[in-house]
């Protein structure tokens, strides 16, 4: 199943920032430091394309410190780019975002010259939390699922940096099959918009690859990576007792507890991508839709036919065969 969530209001964010964006000295994307690619939006990095940007590794207390550092080598090798790694509750790391912004943006400042700041992310990342920190009291909404803030907001931050808040946003098209699933088990997706059961089995596949240990001492089991995700999942709902009739495993409810778990950081520090395996996954997203949408056009392009709105395509025609000329075969004309 591909996870796709662009509800309409997040159609209005994307004008909205590709609005705002003439205006701004340096784009900060929050991203969720347990799925940096997958939460890097490919719709926002084309809108503020030009931009200086900064890279906040959000939650980064909740993912594996090693990754962490790979994709911040990673971010800040890109030029114009910076990166670092956040914990939006701690106010000290918090405050670096402003110095970094300073540094991206060297010419801004001042009153003449205020430092204007666009932070944008996915939903639920933690951007309403991080201008909390920022300001120091309650400026923005909170809560621990996608889609609370709904509307830009402008933030003073200092007399001479402003903060433009917006809200969560995706992009209309996910073309990593992969990166629905992370983004899905992060609540970066409406809980509408995916099954939850399907998730927690990928979810699982991944962590009991990598992070066996931490499954094995969160629900007390042994032999966690020679399982199925499906023999996992049964067993996790078995063990904290999301059982129904017959004795049977609710997998729903199980699911829901491996999601819980993972967002919460009981599993825990882990990330589920590396900048490899992300690029990796990438080429094959991008090489399956470069290929449906030939298909797509051969099925429009033959509606169209159909319709007798554009021509049939001629076959192109035989070049006329002349007897004797260049490459032709002229044994039978040739004499001893």
Known sequence: MAIQWFPGHMHLTRKAIAERIKDIDVVVELLDARLPGSSANPM?????????????????????PVRTAAWLDYFN????????????????????????????????????KPMRVLICGIPNVGKSTLINTLKG?????????????????????????????????????????????????????????FDEEEV??????????????????????????????????????????????GGKVNLTKAAEIVIHDFRSGSLGRLTLETPEEFAEWLRAGEKLDAERQIKKDAIEEARLIRLKKIPR????????????????????????
Not at 81 to 108: F, Y
Not at 222 to 241: F, N, P, W
Request: glycine share 10%.
């Open 44 to 64: 926002l990095a084309q809108i503020t394309k030009g931009k200086p940007a900064l890279k906040v590794l959000n939650k980064q207390d909740l993912a594996d």
């Open 77 to 112: 090798a890109q030029s114009d780019v910076r990166a670092l790694p956040l914990d939006a509750s701690m106010s000290t790391p918090a405050k670096a975002l402003v110095a970094a912004c300073h540094a991206l943006a060297p010419n801004r400042g001042g009153m003449a």
């Open 137 to 193: 009291k309650r400026a923005a909404k909170t809560g621990d699922e996608a889609g609370v803030t709904k509307l830009e907001q402008r933030i003073t931050i200092a007399d001479d940096f402003y903060l433009y808040d917006t809200p969560g946003v995706l992009w209309p098209r996910i073309i990593v099959a992969k990166s629905g699933y992370n983004l899905a088990a992060s609540g970066a997706v409406g809980r509408n918009a």
């Open 200 to 245: 927690a089995l990928e979810l699982l596949d991944y962590v009991r690859q990598h992070y066996a240990e931490g499954l094995e001492s969160r629900y007390k089991l042994t032999g966690v990576a020679g399982q199925t995700d499906e023999e996992l999942l049964e067993a996790i709902g078995r063990k904290r007792g999301a059982l129904q009739g």
């Open 313 to 336: 395509p001629q076959k192109p025609r035989e070049p006329a065969y002349v007897k004797g000329s260049q490459g032709d075969d002229l044994d039978d004309e040739t004499s001893d």
